[in-house]
């Protein structure tokens, strides 16, 4: 059931939020074994919550858009009273004393959290395979990654465990697990969503956004949490668009270009079943009215490279706050420094520490020019070129994934190649525009394939348009 | 692009990021760094001359608020999450004396 039949339900009494809940709860004891999706399960923290839902209910009250929805959140952002982790052994224990943003919101609209998800420690990765506390699995196929960073959000969604989840997308770990687990997923216009209590790895970068199994209900939890936050000083003071009153309005006259540098031969890796289901998407747009070609975005395919300096370079200075003196984790020793080392060392994981080191590298001496600097000019001609597109499109169309989902320790001896996964959704974070993955068909391994739809700042209205009309026309998904 | 990072350069930025690496971390970490900045080098087909850099994708400008007093952190809250505390503060170890 959707999370807005669920709501409804709740709020007019033809259900409990407790029975909802229970439900939910009995499907993650059955499968989340298997899964792990979780590194939390909060079943008497939920249950308390879902009977003051039915309490409110029962006394007349409305108690707001998500009223009993269950909903689970990456583990990345600041629940108080609640461990927080970022899947990583640095802050394993650590309570935050204050919620996010975004947690208090979905507390606000009704909405009962059953858990925090696992995820890539501090969302650095595209499998869930970096998580100090193991991987999680794809519940389509348990061989498989669910992808990554927020896997645990995706995997929970597609695994019915919850309706709704919040992930964070740096560079594409939103709408990448979206597309490997065959859900929707959201990376909002940079800005709409607050980031306050998100824990920081790329701060130009970072936003927080929905998973959900459709685009009405990624639509509905996107209004929820979206809005000016006086608490973060990137938060956009505009009031955020209506998304539910649009999704039914099409794409008639709609003007869509498919980047032909991550949709074809320009960029190795691209599979042929992946491209494939593209053109039929494509093909339904033009269907329903809208007028769809090919075009160029040419910097698009240094997006890559200038991330993976931009991004570590913010990570580095970002992950500076972990020397054992105000949270998580300590490793004692007879001086501060080689506490703030032996700390660190034995708290953060590889990929942390490759990402830390390429970032301090980048801004180091001698060569933040070469690195950093290049890599921010980059930026600018990404911009400049979305630009240029936007003037000619409303919007834009890719593959999410170059791949289906991969297996389980495909690509974790070789970082390089595993970053290769993030090609098609990097540009969007660089730009801070838009986009979202919606599921579009299986390829020949039966798994699921995502479109990408991507659009121009404050852009959410039309892209949640298209992204109704491929849903809509989608062929059947996988099974799970 | 530059001169590839050599295993001298690792463990200068580890130093600096305040880690601890074993001679095998180095050598593997030394590859890997090498690669994906390899990767970067494609950046070099470029002409970025007459390009300003783009550093965040908002135009942000400063943010003030009216000063009034708001909620704040409870300190004893604070204080309960770290490691090591006396008398209402952060404890740590020495920080003289160690050659800095």
Redo the contacts between chains.
């Keep these: 059931m959707s999370a807005r039949h669920l709501a409804e339900a709740v709020r007019s009494g033809a259900r409990s939020a407790r029975s909802v809940l229970d439900e939910h709860l009995d499907a993650i004891s059955a499968r989340e074994p298997e899964i792990h999706a979780f590194n939390v399960v909060l079943t008497e923290e939920a249950r308390a919550a879902a009977d003051e839902i039915d309490r409110r209910v029962a006394a007349g009250e409305d108690p707001g858009p998500l009223a009993g929805v269950p909903v689970a959140v990456k583990d990345n952002m600041c629940t108080r009273g609640i461990p927080t982790t970022c899947s990583s052994r640095i802050l394993e224990g650590?309570?935050?004393?204050?919620d996010a943003t975004v947690v208090e919101r979905l507390a606000a609209a009704g909405a009962v959290m059953v858990g925090k998800t696992n995820l890539d420690e501090f969302a650095m990765g595209s499998s869930t395979e970096n998580s100090a506390f193991g991987v999680t699995r794809n519940p389509l196929d348990t061989t498989k990654v669910p992808g990554g960073s927020s896997g645990g959000s995706a995997a929970a969604v597609a695994a019915g465990f919850v309706p709704l989840s919040l992930g964070s997308d740096t560079g594409g770990s939103i709408r990448q697990p979206a597309a490997l687990c065959g859900v929707v997923g959201v990376k909002p216009t940079?800005?709409a969503v607050s980031r306050y209590g998100l824990v920081a790895f790329a701060s130009?970068l970072d936003q927080i956004g929905p998973f959900a199994r459709t685009v009405s209900d990624a639509a509905l939890l996107l209004e929820v949490i979206s809005g000016h936050d006086?608490l973060d000083?990137?938060s956009?003071p505009e009031a955020p668009a209506d998304l539910t009153s649009v999704l039914d309005r099409g794409v008639e006259g709609m003007r869509i270009g498919i980047i032909e540098e991550l949709s074809g031969d320009v960029l190795e890796g691209i599979a042929g079943d992946v491209r494939a289901r593209l053109g039929e998407a494509a093909a339904a747009l033009e269907a329903a009215g809208a007028t769809v070609e090919t075009t160029s975005v040419p910097?698009t395919?240094?997006g890559?490279?200038?991330y993976?300096?931009i991004a570590p370079a913010e990570a580095?200075s970002n992950l500076?706050r972990y020397?054992?003196?105000?949270?998580?984790?300590?490793v004692?020793?007879?001086?501060?420094?080689?506490?703030?080392?032996?700390t660190?060392?034995a708290g953060?994981g590889d990929e942390v520490?490759?990402r830390?080191?390429?970032g301090?590298?980048a801004l180091?001496a001698g060569?933040y020019d070469?690195?950093y600097?290049?890599?921010?000019?980059?930026?600018?001609?990404i911009?400049d070129d979305f630009a240029r597109a936007y003037g000619r499109y409303d919007l834009l169309l890719s593959p999410t994934s170059p791949t289906t989902a991969f297996s389980l320790g495909e690509k974790t001896a070789?970082?390089?190649t595993m970053?290769l996964t993030d090609v098609c959704t990097i540009p969007s974070n660089?730009?801070?525009?838009p986009s979202m993955s919606v599921p579009f068909g299986v390829g020949d391994d039966g798994m699921p394939v995502g479109v990408q739809v991507l659009a121009p700042?404050m852009g959410e209205p039309a892209m949640f348009r298209a992204a109704a009309v491929l849903e809509a026309a989608a062929p059947p998904g996988a099974a799970a | 692009?530059?001169e590839r990072?050599t295993r001298q350069?690792?463990a200068h930025?580890?130093d600096?990021?305040?880690?601890?690496?074993t001679d095998d971390e180095l050598d593997a970490?030394t590859v890997?760094?090498a690669?994906?900045?390899d990767?970067?080098a494609?950046?070099d087909a470029?002409d970025?001359a007459d390009?300003?850099?783009?550093?965040?994708?908002?135009p942000?400008v400063n943010?003030f608020?009216d000063d009034v007093i708001g909620p704040t952190?409870?300190r004893d809250?604070?204080l309960?999450?770290?490691?090591?505390v006396e008398d209402s503060q952060?404890k740590?170890?020495?920080?003289l004396?160690?050659g800095?």
């Design positions: 650590w309570i935050p004393p204050y940079y800005g130009s006086p000083s990137t956009i910097s395919v240094y890559l490279s200038a993976y300096v580095s500076a020397d054992g003196v105000r949270f998580g984790l300590r004692d020793a007879a001086t501060s420094g080689e506490m703030h080392t032996a660190r060392t953060f520490k490759r830390i080191m390429l301090t590298y180091s060569y070469a690195y600097g290049k890599s921010q000019k980059v930026r600018t001609l911009v070789d970082p390089m970053y660089l730009a801070g525009h700042a | 692009m530059t990072i350069d690792v930025v580890a600096l990021a305040r880690l601890s690496l970490f890997q760094l690669d994906i900045l990767h970067a494609d950046l470029l970025l390009v300003s850099p783009t550093a965040h994708p908002l942000l943010v608020r952190s409870d809250e604070v309960a999450a770290a490691p090591s952060f740590v170890p020495p920080v004396g160690e800095l």
